[in-house]
């Protein structure tokens, strides 16, 4: 795989995954967040989850700090709100260089994130441009996998964590419910790649697909994506084409956890998008396994 200018080369820095936080309050009234999310999973121990962060200095209903674990068959989530110009919360403490701890009613522990294969970068013709509200100042957004490593308690069972996850961070003008119709994607890590793509429809009716192939010398953009599902709309099967390479043909091994996706404000009286992730164990056509999430997401129209 050739590196390309849509993705550098792996490194040991996080780059724009660990910007400080961007607490500027813009002067135009449309929400504009700063979001961190941090999934992870170790298959070994039954060990999925995620950190999930969105700041924001002027949209104050959707502050909002998440950490979800599903360990084997009991699950524990601390949600918490956030206030002005900080990722951290009462119980969840978010460094962007390394990783999070918390310490909340039935969850506690630390994990670290290190770069695992290239950066995937989500600017110019790759933007996710369903989730900006202004095509004139698109979202920044950027994707890369980690190893994870640390300790995490589930009410009061303790677990050591040696797997991998991704990270992703996004800012700017952002507003779901308002400019997306239905979209899924999808963070999956191979032994020799990891995948980040996207398929979106705006509310515009604009549908794009955008993504990349990454290891440790580049990336290569995805140009195509395509999903089957099952008969409650979950994850079965899918073929993500690039631009350089065959399709990767991707199929379900068995899913090990599930979590609802909070975005926007706490209560919402209108189109609102609702969004859901699961974690899998996975099996390429080639025969080669990984794991990783998917996330579906849908805006509710009726109200």
């Known amino acids: 795989m050739s590196g390309t200018a849509s993705g550098t080369a792996i490194d040991t820095e996080w780059g724009p995954l660990a910007q400080p936080l961007h607490a500027?309050?813009?002067?135009?009234?449309?929400?504009?967040?700063?979001?961190?999310?941090?999934?992870?999973?170790?298959?070994?121990?039954?060990?999925?989850?995620?950190?999930?962060?969105?700041?924001?200095?002027?949209?104050?209903?959707?502050?909002?700090?998440?950490?979800?674990?599903?360990?084997?068959?009991?699950?524990?989530?601390?949600?918490?709100?956030?206030?002005?110009?900080?990722?951290?919360?009462?119980?969840?403490?978010?460094?962007?260089?390394?990783?999070?701890?918390?310490?909340?009613?039935?969850?506690?522990?630390?994990?670290?994130?290190?770069?695992?294969?290239?950066?995937?970068?989500?600017?110019?013709?790759?933007?996710?441009?369903?989730?900006?509200?202004?095509?004139?100042?698109?979202?920044?957004?950027?994707?890369?996998?980690?190893?994870?490593?640390?300790?995490?308690?589930?009410?009061?069972?303790?677990v050591e964590v040696d797997g991998f996850g991704y990270r992703d961070r996004t800012w700017g003008f952002r507003e779901e419910s308002a400019s997306v119709q239905e979209y899924y994607g999808c963070m999956w890590v191979f032994p020799d790649v990891s995948v980040s793509a996207i398929r979106l429809l705006g509310q515009d009716g604009h549908t794009a697909t955008i993504g990349h192939v990454c290891d440790a010398n580049g990336t290569v953009p995805v140009t195509g994506m395509t999903i089957v599902r099952d008969a409650a709309g979950l994850f079965r099967s899918t073929r993500i084409d690039r631009k350089e390479g065959d399709p990767l043909e991707v199929s379900l091994v068995e899913r090990y956890g599930t979590f609802w996706c909070p975005m926007g404000v706490e209560?919402?009286?209108?189109?609102?998008?609702?969004?859901?992730?699961?974690?899998?164990?996975?099996?390429?056509?080639?025969?080669?396994?990984?794991?990783?999430l998917l996330e579906q997401g849908i805006t509710r129209q009726l109200y």
Request: glycine share 10%; with cysteine; charged share 20%.
């Open 267 to 292: 209560e919402q009286a209108g189109p609102t998008l609702s969004a859901y992730d699961e974690w899998h164990s996975l099996r390429r056509a080639d025969g080669v396994e990984g794991f990783g």
């Open 24 to 158: 500027e309050v813009p002067d135009d009234p449309r929400p504009w967040r700063d979001n961190a999310f941090l999934c992870f999973w170790d298959p070994a121990t039954r060990v999925t989850g995620v950190m999930h962060i969105s700041a924001s200095p002027n949209a104050a209903g959707g502050r909002r700090a998440r950490v979800s674990v599903r360990l084997e068959n009991t699950t524990v989530e601390v949600v918490e709100s956030l206030g002005f110009a900080t990722w951290n919360s009462e119980s969840i403490t978010f460094d962007p260089q390394t990783g999070f701890t918390v310490d909340g009613p039935g969850l506690s522990g630390s994990l670290t994130f290190t770069p695992h294969h290239a950066l995937a970068v989500f600017l110019g013709e790759h933007a996710p441009k369903a989730f900006s509200l202004d095509s004139e100042h698109p979202l920044h957004h950027y994707q890369r996998s980690a190893r994870v490593i640390g300790s995490l308690t589930v009410h009061g069972r303790t």
